[in-house]
């Protein structure tokens, strides 16, 4: 089925980004474009969902979602980095999975930075702490004065051995001086639903995954792993902040293509989709999720991959040499 592409121009234009037109991309594309999010659905694929329909709108073609989950995500990113790089197969993943994986998993051969070309950074996302809601603690202050006297009884969900917020809640447990134990599950989804069930005592999440949580009363949230709460929760501590010795490390969702796509293409789908999440209808939407869009071009997008890069390589190497188990 083709799309009407009639006002593209016009519309990628009124979004501030000028679009780049050669020859290789001029009739690009020609067919469906299907994008890989490498973890179950209702997760990480609901931000890229959202420009979606404006994508398929610009483009002329449609923009097809595949949730293929397994091994924190190497499944799926594994799946685009063998895809032909013609700009077909796109690959939208966190940095829990697609920078962490490497450097925590001894199966996972790809290179972020050597065998994609990232097209745009679409979420920061804000990381909340939350707890069980019958946990015997709900506030900061109540939190650490438990776990201080309770060493070794407290437990806490992760995505997935090696993603940040795994490193992220062993940062917390060696600031505080108390061992907790890791419960990983295989992806945000499953973790938070654990969370929420009471299977768990905490966790660290995205704020969007678990809002409804939390205004439910399912939930507790207790912090924030750094800066101020997003829009839908009650003022909460920054940990950054308060606890001496812990460090966040950031979070953020990139679309990718395989290394060796053609620039123009990369420069097409990033006009595309930074015009699409402008839009007043995915404003909106990211809106009610608590969520401002990133949608930055593609050099500043490189040079936050290359900073996280640098982060996670160093809360790696100072994980493993205090013990920290990855697989």
Do not use: C
């Not at 290789?24 to 990480?44: D, K, L, M, T």
């Not at 829990?96 to 065998?115: E, F």
């Amino acid at each position: 089925m083709k799309y009407a592409v009639a006002g593209l121009a016009g519309l990628i234009a009124a979004a501030g980004v000028i679009p780049v037109a050669p020859a290789v991309a001029q009739n690009y594309p020609e067919r469906p474009i299907n994008i890989i999010v490498p973890f179950p659905p209702g997760g990480a694929d609901v931000y890229i969902r959202i420009p979606q329909p404006q994508v398929e709108k610009f483009l002329g073609q449609p923009v097809v979602v595949h949730n293929r989950p397994g091994a924190n995500g190497a499944v799926g990113t594994e799946a685009v980095r063998t895809a032909k790089p013609d700009g077909y197969t796109l690959l939208f993943n966190v940095t829990s999975s697609a920078v962490m994986n490497p450097l925590t998993m001894a199966n996972v051969t790809y290179d972020i930075q050597k065998d994609f070309a990232p097209i745009t950074d679409v979420i920061y996302t804000a990381v909340v702490m939350v707890a069980r809601k019958d946990f015997p603690a709900s506030t900061l202050a109540e939190f650490i004065a438990y776990a201080r006297a309770n060493p070794g009884k407290i437990n806490y969900a992760s995505p997935g051995p090696g993603s940040t917020t795994h490193l992220t809640a062993a940062s917390l447990s060696k600031a505080l001086g108390v061992p907790m134990t890791h419960v990983p599950y295989k992806g945000f989804v499953p973790a938070n639903q654990a969370l929420a069930a009471g299977e768990v005592d905490f966790g660290f999440t995205a704020s969007a995954g678990v809002q409804s949580h939390v205004q439910s009363g399912a939930l507790r949230a207790i912090a924030m792993a750094e800066g101020p709460a997003p829009r839908g929760y009650p003022q909460l501590p920054d940990l950054q902040k308060e606890v001496k010795g812990f460090e966040n490390i950031p979070s953020f969702s990139v679309l990718w293509a395989p290394a060796g796509t053609p620039r123009p293409i990369i420069e097409k789908l990033n006009a595309a989709f930074v015009a699409a999440m402008k839009s007043p209808d995915a404003q909106k939407k990211y809106a009610e999720l608590g969520l401002d869009p990133a949608a930055n071009s593609i050099a500043d997008t490189e040079k936050a991959v290359a900073n996280m890069v640098s982060v996670a390589t160093r809360h790696v190497n100072e994980a493993k040499a205090a013990g920290v188990k990855f697989e």
